[in-house]
């Protein structure tokens, strides 16, 4: 795995595997060919990383897009149907979670068939840290009268056929409905990834280290706050919020269960805690291969060779490389 920048605004830096490609990016919507500001305010990421040009094994950061509803305006509905555009937005009756994965499936494999739904879930703990990182929002609009922010989402375990192939994939999307404050939803942390279905399960740990290998650029941040201002700000505040909760969830299992059942956890979910050897943090890692290895830039190589020595075949100036340990138990 080695460390890499997004392309178009170094906006953040991310995992890739050794050979792979990505595509796409940070990009800006200009608002005067959208008929408005609705998609403008914020930057947008759209962002495949792929083991070949086919996307056979891949992982795709989705953009959030603002879509107008105009079911609770007096007039508004009446004057702006489906397809067309208002504020920027594009009109579009507010979606059940599975719909709209569902048409995003449909979209981006055009060529599927034998489409089989394997699984769903809620991700109730997910949508739980974002409603409550956004309280102050909903308190706002509920002393202005109007009713509170929803928010609803779903996984998706997916699997169907495509160019004699069958493939397992996953999509998730959280649905955010403000219709009643400001006309319009949004899809959030909208992600996809599949691989082959015989080779899903090999792959998945590698596609969990991209997912969440994912270091904001806090010049970047500043920048894109200062241009945004507070719908910016409230934005990075519920990242913050959600990563902060994902981690007490963590230490609260740690906290109030014994190093057995933890170890367990661990053990379901393929993961270890590994020790930096440059900052001698304690990491989350997948445990799916037998040795990791860490420069001092950053980037990591798995590998399941006992004798495989990165210093020895990586020699590149002033890279070291050094063996990240398991915590000591």
């Not at 879930?121 to 949508?127: F, I, K, N």
């Not at 219709?179 to 599949?194: D, K």
């Not at 057995?260 to 661990?266: G, K, V």
Request: proline share 6%; hydrophobic share 35%; charged share 25%.
């Amino acid at each position: 795995m080695q460390r890499t920048w997004e392309p178009n605004e170094k906006a953040f830096t991310f995992l890739v595997p050794k050979g792979w490609g990505f595509k796409g990016g940070i990009f800006n919507v200009n608002p005067l060919t959208q008929n408005g500001p609705g998609n403008s305010i914020a930057p947008k990421c759209d962002l495949a990383v792929k083991k070949d040009e086919q996307g056979t094994v891949m992982i795709r950061f989705a953009p959030a897009w603002n879509y107008a509803d105009l079911t609770y305006s007096p007039t508004g509905f009446s004057l702006f149907r489906p397809g067309q555009y208002y504020q920027g937005m594009l009109v579009k009756v507010l979606p059940t979670p599975k719909q709209f994965l569902t048409e995003m499936f449909q979209t981006t494999r055009p060529q599927a068939t034998q489409v089989t739904v394997i699984a769903e879930d809620p991700m109730r703990e997910m949508v739980e840290a974002i409603y409550r990182s956004n309280q102050q929002i909903n308190q706002q609009l509920q002393q202005m009268g109007l009713k509170p922010n929803r928010y609803d989402g779903l996984a998706m375990l997916v699997e169907y056929t495509e160019g004699g192939q069958r493939f397992r994939e996953v999509l998730r999307a959280v649905i955010t409905d403000a219709r009643t404050g400001a006309f319009m939803w949004t899809n959030e942390h909208t992600i996809q990834f599949r691989a082959p279905m015989n080779e899903f399960e090999a792959w998945k740990p590698a596609l969990d280290v991209i997912h969440n290998s994912i270091e904001l650029n806090p010049q970047w941040i500043a920048a894109v706050t200062r241009a945004m201002d507070q719908r910016a700000k409230m934005a990075l505040e519920t990242q913050r919020y959600i990563n902060k909760v994902a981690n007490e969830i963590v230490e609260n299992r740690r906290r109030t269960h014994a190093e057995i059942r933890y170890e367990n956890y661990l053990f379901i979910t393929g993961q270890d805690e590994y020790v930096n050897p440059f900052t001698k943090k304690v990491e989350l890692d997948t445990s799916a291969y037998r040795h990791r290895w860490m420069n001092n830039y950053g980037d990591i190589l798995y590998t399941d060779e006992n004798a495989y020595s990165p210093q020895e075949y990586e020699k590149r100036p002033n890279y070291e490389w050094k063996k990240t340990p398991a915590r000591p138990r």
